[in-house]
């Protein structure tokens, strides 16, 4: 069932890519043409997935050797604890360890303490995600070094900016594991392998596309995915759902249509929605899809979320590392940091809201639970639109943005209805998991 409905979730990223009008970019000219097929983004696509293919295979082909060879009961030596924590682990399931004790809250929780503490929920999520969408942006559109005389250049190598994100998310959570207290691992490392690789190529298409798509089409081709997953559902899986399913999904489509349907004057040329863009969206809905349910497989071993996140992000730095190295595209990233200081600023501060953010997640979802956390979430969804037009310069007419609105609205609907069947004993429709989502 959850690989009918991340296909259907690709099937709607093509039809609303394909039928989304360009949107300005801010009064800068569309990038130009690369100079050679090697430039290209599917090429690079494929090369980056080779090199990260040099590390899967062999890796795939020693954990086999050593679960073949019965390792864990011959194995001796100065490496058996490290292959024993890579390939078999403890083996043991959630099922099988003694619970961690429940969250207790002190004498000292009032209702003002909890309503302080949402707000420093609400407010680090919003500020960490928000600045992190805005340089997102800016690093991917815009040129740097430009002067009166010369146009500047472009930062191309988005696989460059996934390690930078990667390498400080590893160490917050490195920091983290050692000063927090943590359960007992049990989970083989190399299975984290599996989420690291397509959370490593959803950023890297996320990135990408970008050079073809505005932030505002990305982001709500991306809110209004939900419209497929319940036609689809409903024709093929005869899954019957509540009169509000209908009447959001009915609302979102409107809120889809009048965008579409309202195309403003753009400031001289934008980077078109083509196909290019429309690919590369799908590709991050699809290798997201497949991070979230490897990553909810994976805790049902005894693990925290802090340790997911060590695990995932050690073996993306492992990938993207070893994939820079083997192009030769490490030392230029490096070189283009030193050119150029503002890249390097923007890199670093969109590393560190991309690292903070995951942690105010784990926060906002334990104390407050997930309804609660896609709410803050949603609204992001809409500040950030807002912010990107604002900046950048995208033209969206009153139409769109009345759309833009309603495609919010009912999103938010849905969340009150969850809560109030929740409340009801019913069973409300689950929320993604939001474990490890930039």
């Known amino acids: 069932m959850n690989s009918f409905i991340h296909s259907t979730e690709l099937w709607w990223a093509v039809v609303v890519l394909a039928a989304l009008p360009a949107l300005g970019a801010g009064g800068e000219t569309p990038e130009a043409p690369p100079e050679s ?40 030596g100065l490496c058996f604890p490290l292959v024993k924590a890579c390939v078999f682990g403890s083996e043991s399931k959630a099922s099988e360890e003694v ?21 420093f929920c609400a407010m680090g999520l919003q500020v960490s995600y928000l600045t992190w969408g805005v340089l997102q942006e800016r690093v991917m559109t815009r040129s740097y070094g430009a002067t009166a005389t010369s146009p500047g250049e472009r930062f191309t190598d988005s696989q460059f900016l996934v390690l930078m994100n990667r390498v400080l998310a590893l160490i917050v959570a490195g920091f983290s594991c050692i000063l927090c207290k943590q359960p007992r691992h049990g989970a083989p490392m190399y299975r984290y392998s599996f989420a690291s690789l397509s959370n490593v190529l959803s950023s890297w298409c996320q990135y990408e596309a970008l050079k073809f798509v505005s932030f505002p089409t990305q982001v709500l081709a991306k809110a209004s995915k939900v419209i497929p997953v319940m036609l689809m559902g409903k024709l093929v899986s005869r899954r019957s759902y509540e ?63 802090v340790q997911m996140m060590f695990g995932v992000n050690f073996f993306s730095c492992l990938f993207t ?118």
């Not at 980077?271 to 863009?277: E, F, K, M, Q, V």
């Not at 349910?293 to 805790?299: C, I, S």
Request: charged share 15%; with cysteine.
């Open 37 to 76: 097929w090697t430039q290209l983004w599917f090429f690079r696509f494929l090369v980056n997935a080779a090199g990260y293919a040099s590390f899967m295979v062999p890796g795939y082909f020693l954990v086999q050797y050593f679960r073949r060879k019965n390792y864990l009961e011959t194995g001796r």
């Open 99 to 119: 619970p961690l004790a429940p969250r207790t809250e002190t004498s000292e929780t009032t209702p003002l303490w909890q309503a302080l503490k949402l707000l």
């Open 243 to 305: 009169h509000w399913e209908y009447l959001t999904a009915g609302l979102i489509s409107i809120g889809v249509s009048m965008f579409l349907l309202s195309s403003g004057p753009e400031p001289r040329s934008s980077p078109a929605t083509t196909l290019s863009g429309l690919i590369l969206l799908a590709g991050y809905i699809a290798f997201d899809s497949f991070t979230s349910n490897w990553q909810d497989a994976l805790f049902a071993y005894k693990m925290s979320s």
């Open 321 to 438: 590392v070893g994939s820079l190295l083997e192009q030769g595209a490490l030392l230029e990233g490096t070189r283009f940091m030193g050119r150029h200081s503002e890249f390097a600023a923007h890199a670093l501060l969109l590393s560190v809201c991309s690292a903070c953010g995951q942690l105010f997640i784990f926060y906002t979802i334990g104390q407050f639970g997930a309804a609660i956390f896609t709410i803050i979430m949603t609204l992001r969804q809409a500040f950030a639109i807002l912010l990107s037009c604002l900046l950048y310069g995208h033209t969206i007419t009153v139409v769109g943005g009345m759309g833009v609105a309603v495609v919010f609205a009912a999103l938010l609907l849905r969340v009150y209805a969850r809560g109030r069947l929740k409340q009801r004993g019913k069973k409300a429709v689950p929320v993604e998991s939001p474990v490890q989502k930039v």
